[in-house]
């Protein structure tokens, strides 16, 4: 693998405040663009680094140990075994379109099924977000609905595609 999945540390602040600050990385985003300042990034990331009840994991270069992009688990249901997939980003645009993302978003199902023991995984995209949906279809996701203008942000609504992972797929050879 190219990459691996690692807790934040305090230090990944710098460049995740780059990457927020960046209108095109922000794009790509189901949540609303906004401008956080440093000290807001820096806060943010000692939360998630606490935070007992969700998963946000930096997704790192194996060869440099460099943070290239994070990926964010929610909504941890152990009782029902599912969880949220709330997205998935890799913020060095130098490294977009090599597949890196696909990587990061199978160590995550691996995770979530072999060490959290879920049972049904499932996410949201962006539908003008072909790549990333291309993401998940590779991990294995499908895709199950849509929820029409779900998201305002730039002046118009858009779309979310909605998509899952079962187990059963998962094992039956689903994410590669």
């Known amino acids: 693998m190219r990459v691996f999945l690692r807790a934040f540390n305090k230090s990944d602040?710098?460049?995740?405040?780059?990457?927020?600050l960046d209108d095109e990385v922000q794009s790509l985003f189901g949540g609303d663009t906004f401008y956080p300042s440093q000290d807001f990034v820096s806060k943010w990331i000692e939360e998630k680094i606490f935070d007992r009840k969700n998963i946000y994991l930096a997704i790192c270069?194996?060869?440099?140990?460099e943070i290239i992009g994070y990926l964010s688990i929610k909504d941890i249901d152990h009782r029902n075994r599912k969880a949220l997939?709330?997205?998935?980003i890799i913020g060095e645009k130098e490294l977009w379109g090599k597949g890196l993302a696909t990587e990061a978003a199978n160590l995550m199902v691996k995770y979530l099924f072999?060490?959290?023991n879920m049972n049904m995984i499932w996410g949201f995209w962006l539908e003008e977000h072909t790549a990333s949906i291309k993401m998940g279809e590779k991990a294995g996701f499908?895709?199950?609905?849509v929820l029409p203008q779900a998201v305002y942000k730039k002046g118009k609504y858009h779309n979310m595609i909605i998509s899952c992972l079962l187990r059963e797929d998962y094992e039956g050879g689903g994410a590669k």
């Open 13 to 20: 602040g710098e460049k995740v405040y780059k990457w927020l």
């Open 114 to 116: 072999d060490e959290l």
């Open 142 to 145: 499908r895709k199950i609905g």
């Open 61 to 65: 270069l194996s060869e440099t140990k």
């Open 85 to 88: 997939w709330t997205g998935l």
